[in-house]
Every structure is written in C-alpha cells, then in structure tokens.
C-alpha cells in the first residue's frame, strides 16, 4: 500500500450513494442522526482520520448526498450534521422512487447482475424514473460542490451521475465503485440498446471505476467496447481529452475490529451460550434475505448431508439467520414462505424432540451475537449462487483469533478469488455442500489453523482501510499514469 501522505488532499470529499450515514429519527420535532456502522462508513471516516496521516487535508467534514426517507417538511431547518458527516438529503417522490428503486434498480439491474435474467423486469417508467432519479442527485451536488472537491460515487443506482458530473464539473476528480457483479456481455446485452448506452457511458464518466474483481473489470472493458466502440489498453480507456481507469479494488473489512472482538465480553458470553446450548458441532450461515444468496440450495444441501451421512443425527446444529430485506417485493415474499417450508420439513423428516436440525432466526442481529456465533461455529457456510464480493466470509474469518473454523464459500462470491484456502463449493449442487461439510467436520485442527492463517493475513493486509487507500491512490496517480501511456 502506498504511503497516504503521497495522496495529499486540499478538497473535501463528497460521497454520493443512495444511503445516507444515518437514520434519521424524528421525535416531538427533535431530529436524532444514529450513524450506520456499516463498512461504507467506517472506511470513509479512515480516508480523514488515517493512522498514517489522513489522505482529505480539509478539516471540513464529509459530505454526504443520499436519498431522505424523511419528507422535506420534516427536516426544514434541522442541521443534518454529526462530527463527522455532513448530510444532504435527496428528495424523491414516492411515484418516481417506486419506479427508480423497486423498479429499475431492484427489478431490472439487480436480477440482470446476478444472472436472473427471467426475474428481471422491463419497464419504459423505470428507466425514466432512473434518469429522473439520476438527476435529482446530481442537482443537489451542483448545490454543494467547489472547486478541488473530491466525488465519490457509489453503486448500481447512480450508474448515470458520473457522466452529468463530467459535463458540468470537468475538473472535478470523480470515481465510481460498482458493489454488485458486472455481469458477462451476453447479459447485459439483455438491456435495451438506448439504455446499456446511456448507463456505460454515465459510469464513463469517472476518472476512476472501481469493481471487486477482475473478472468484472474485463466484463465491463468488453461491454464498453462493444456497446459505446471504445477500445482499452490494459486497464485504461482512452477518451480522446482523458482516460478512465478501471481496475479491481477488492472491498474488505475492518479486520482489528473483528479480531479483537473475539475476547470482547459480551461475545465471550454469547460465544459460551452457543456452544453450551448447541449440539457438538454447530454450522453457520447469515445473509440478507435474497434469492442470490442461495439459501434454498444451502438448505437442500445440509439435507443432503443429513441423508447422506447419518452418523452426524443428534450431532450438529446448523443455525440460520436471515436477515428482512425488500420484503415489499412478491418475489421475497414468496422465497421467505418457501424458506419456512424447506426448513419445517428438513426439520420434521429428521428432528426428533430432543434435537432440531435447523435453528432459523428471521432478524438483524448485534453484533456481539453476530460474532459470538462466528466463533462458535465449526464451519460457516457461505453459499450465494451470485454475490458480488460477500463480506460475511471476510467477517468470519477475521473473528477467528483463534485461528480455528473452517470456511466453505461458493465459487459464484467474487470474494472466492482471495480465499482460495475456503473449501470452494458449487453453490448449486447439493451434493458438493454435503461432502465439504463432511470434509469440514473431519479435517484435523492443523490443517485448519493452515488455511485460516493464509487467509487472514490476506485480510488483514488489505482491509477495507487499505480499500480506500488504495481507490484514492489510483485517483490521484492518474494524471501521471496518463503521461506515461503516451510514451508506450
Ligand atoms: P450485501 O448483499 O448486503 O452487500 P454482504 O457483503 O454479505 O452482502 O454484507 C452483508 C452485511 O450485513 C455483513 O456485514 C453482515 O454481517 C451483515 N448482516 C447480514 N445478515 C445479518 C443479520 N441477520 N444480522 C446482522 N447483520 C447481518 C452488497 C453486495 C455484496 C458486497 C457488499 C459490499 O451484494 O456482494 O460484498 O455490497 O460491497
């Protein structure tokens, strides 16, 4: 990682993402802002408060643009700042945020990148809600942005604001990071012609675009050659007046905070409940609830294994805990009821009064409990059938201080291409999750010390504080990396 020092910047960062830092709580016309601890967060607050000198100069706080749940009347004159954060709300109508959120980014985008093509939905009102949408936040940065400030935008619901920020603010540094897979041509191809134009060429106008994973990287160069007839020299794309960089920033985790947990009180207590009330071995798993993360397969899976190797009955526990999410949506609906089925019947066809094979929890959970039964479990089982990086897997094994557990991830995690130590499955084949489950429960603790050392020191290497870093390095690079390509 480069010295941040290098990075020096005099602007203020802005960060435009749909999401603000905080929830906004309104009570007796008094406003409560409760920070997210989400990784976003946190990673930004380390690009001004860096341990090795902060890469923003600007004592001025973090901007942040986002969309307000909160109407405009509610928050007329609040200030919508804590110490770190300054917020600027986005005001979407209830109408137009149907159409742009549910319809064009959950319905279409979000099926169409993780290999759904059958769910995804095609709709002439979503793409103009999205384009509307686009420019709602692009008006409020016009509002807020100066001379030297920094713009980072985030994920699939902005993909067209790099390019309105190009055209008004050219000297603007911008850089855009994509959360979810970028998915293969033959996919996205699926988009209408006008459509795939419009959002690679409002994603072109970052200086740098950031992907987990390389093969993302090589299925956007591809997308933008055939789509807007734009070649690449490695990992540039030459504009004419400027190039883009796309390159792979493999998002991480605050590694510290999941290591030192491990001897944090509340989940040493919670860590002791598990094990006390659980059965010798215990599997676990824990995901949003969404039909990429593969929790019918992973079900159909352990059944497998239940049927296949009997003598673990009245042995293991395999605790399950979905987190709600999009659950206005019929599909999720529809998955969650098909959720409760699978589990009551894997449950009655093997369970017996003394021991329930599946122990589901539909909810959020703290984050003492969430890290009690990280290190609790013998084997957490990550298998999303499409998942553009999943830090669930990297939060495992950071809590692991104890250097033991063992991690079986699909193939289909863009994180599977750092963990290749993880017992690697084909997240649609059940029978592949029930050998590795054996193998897991009968694999000596040196061999899992082995693999989980190498991981973790990979993690540990590059968290998401070195994520940003490392974004904010290449951004400030790319002048100089421009010249140079002249000379090749
Ligand atoms: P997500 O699809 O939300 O993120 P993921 O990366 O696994 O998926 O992050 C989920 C986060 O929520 C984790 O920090 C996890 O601990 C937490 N979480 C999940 N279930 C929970 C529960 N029941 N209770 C409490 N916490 C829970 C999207 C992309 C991913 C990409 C991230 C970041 O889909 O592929 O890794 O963005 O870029």
Redesign the pocket.
């Given at each position: 990682m480069e010295n941040s020092n290098q990075q020096e910047n005099n602007g203020r960062l802005i960060i435009v993402a749909y999401r603000l830092p905080f929830k906004i709580i309104r009570e007796n016309d008094q406003i409560q802002l409760f920070q997210n601890s989400?990784?976003l967060v946190s990673a930004v607050l380390s690009l001004v408060a860096n341990q090795n000198g902060p890469v923003f100069q600007s004592t001025e706080k973090i901007q942040w643009i986002g969309f307000s749940e909160n109407s405009r009347e509610e928050l007329e004159g609040q200030s919508l700042a804590n110490e770190s954060f300054q917020a600027h709300p986005v005001f979407i109508s209830d109408e137009v945020n149907e159409n742009y959120y549910e319809g064009f980014c959950n319905n279409l985008i979000w099926p169409l990148c993780h290999y759904f093509p059958s769910l995804a939905r095609f709709d002439d009102a979503y793409f103009e809600a999205y384009q509307i949408a686009n420019q709602l936040f692009f008006e409020k940065l016009d509002e807020v942005i100066r001379p030297g400030d920094v713009v980072w935008v985030q994920d699939y619901q902005l993909m067209l604001l790099p390019d309105m920020i190009r055209q008004k603010h050219p000297d603007n540094k911008t850089g855009f990071f994509f959360?979810?897979p970028f998915p293969s041509y033959e996919i996205f191809r699926l988009l209408p012609v006008t459509w795939r134009k419009a959002l690679v060429n409002g994603m072109l106008g970052a200086d740098v675009l950031g992907f987990?994973t390389n093969d993302y990287v090589e299925y956007f160069l591809k997308s933008a050659r055939l789509v807007s007839g734009l070649g690449n020299k490695l990992h540039y794309i030459n504009m004419s007046n400027r190039i883009v960089k796309v390159d792979a920033f493999p998002?991480s985790i605050d590694f510290a905070k999941f290591n030192d947990a491990f001897d944090d009180p509340a989940v040493v207590n919670a860590r002791d409940e598990a094990r006390h009330s659980l059965k010798e071995k215990i599997i676990f798993s824990?995901?949003?609830l969404?039909y990429?993360k593969g929790i019918i397969h992973r079900l159909k899976g352990f059944e497998r294994f239940l049927e296949r190797y009997s003598e673990w009955h009245e042995k293991v526990s395999f605790v399950m805990?979905?987190?709600p999410s999009r659950d206005s949506i019929e599909q999720y609906q529809q998955m969650k009821s098909d959720i409760d089925q699978t589990v009551g019947k894997i449950n009655s066809d093997y369970g017996n009064i003394y021991w329930q094979p599946i122990i589901y929890q539909y909810?959020?959970?703290p984050n003492h409990e969430?890290v009690g039964m990280y290190t609790a479990s013998d084997v957490a089982l990550i298998t999303p059938v499409r998942?553009?990086?999943?830090?669930?897997c990297k939060?495992y094994v950071a809590s692991r201080k104890d250097r033991k557990g063992i991690l079986i991830l699909s193939e289909m995690a863009?994180a599977a291409a750092e963990l290749g130590e993880a017992l690697i499955i084909n997240p649609l084949d059940k029978q592949d999750i029930a050998d590795a489950i054996q193998k897991a429960f009968n694999m000596p603790e040196e061999e899992q010390t082995k693999r989980m050392d190498a991981m973790r020191e990979r993690i540990r290497n590059y968290d998401v504080f070195a994520w940003t870093n490392d974004f904010f390095t290449q951004m400030t690079m790319l002048e100089h990396e421009h010249e140079k390509l002249k000379q090749v």
């Open positions: 989400g990784g959360h979810i987990h998002i824990v995901d949003r969404d990429s805990v979905v987190v909810r959020s959970m969430l998942d553009g990086m999943n830090l669930v939060e863009g």
